[in-house]
């Protein structure tokens, strides 16, 4: 799949095959994408944790819910996730982070699978909760998180892109 159709094809995916778990190689190219977005001043400030681990990944569905006081599952099905963090000692992190999600979006979609970027990893990771994943599995104190990425097959169709807004690019000359 070429970049631009990738960019103009991608959707988040909100009904995922819970059980279909994409083959390591894949998610390797997704990851490694991540490693190769944009940074400030090219000091890499993203951290990418891949979860495996089902309890972390029901808890922190939980806690996400949560946040937003809903009980419904916020990943959607996805059988695992991507966590993305950056140094927040780096003055662009935030930006940092976001690319790094994008980048692996693109890649994911152009490698046949589905994903969808979950907020409140800052509120999750801020929580006693999520320090303690942190300090468990040897995150620094001075990453924060930027993003949950729920990745996997999609079940059923994918959704058709909403029209652009009228006067999303304008011209100055």
């Not at 819970?18 to 940074?39: H, M, N, Q």
């Not at 059988?79 to 930006?95: E, G, H, S």
């Not at 980048?103 to 490698?111: C, E, F, P, S, V």
Request: glycine share 10%; with cysteine; charged share 25%.
């Amino acid at each position: 799949m070429e970049a631009l159709e990738a960019i103009l094809t991608r959707r988040c995916v909100r009904n995922f095959a819970p059980t279909r778990i994409p083959p390591e190689e894949l998610l390797e190219k997704v990851a490694e994408a991540g490693t190769f977005a944009p940074s400030g001043m090219g000091r890499q400030a993203g951290l990418i944790v891949k979860l495996y681990n089902r309890e972390y990944r029901d808890r922190f569905a939980a806690l996400n819910a949560q946040i937003m006081g809903r009980e419904d599952d916020p990943f959607y099905g996805a059988p695992l996730l991507f966590i993305v963090f950056a140094d927040k000692r780096q003055a662009t992190y935030l930006y940092d982070g976001a690319l790094v999600m994008g980048n692996m979006m693109l890649a994911a979609h152009a490698l046949g699978l589905g994903t969808c970027w979950v907020h409140r990893a800052r509120e999750i990771f801020a929580s006693d909760e999520g320090k303690k994943f942190m300090q468990d599995n040897g995150i620094e104190d001075f990453y924060e998180g930027i993003g949950f990425l729920a990745l996997g097959y999609l079940a059923g169709e994918p959704r058709q892109a909403a029209p652009r807004k009228a006067g999303f690019i304008r011209e100055v000359r």
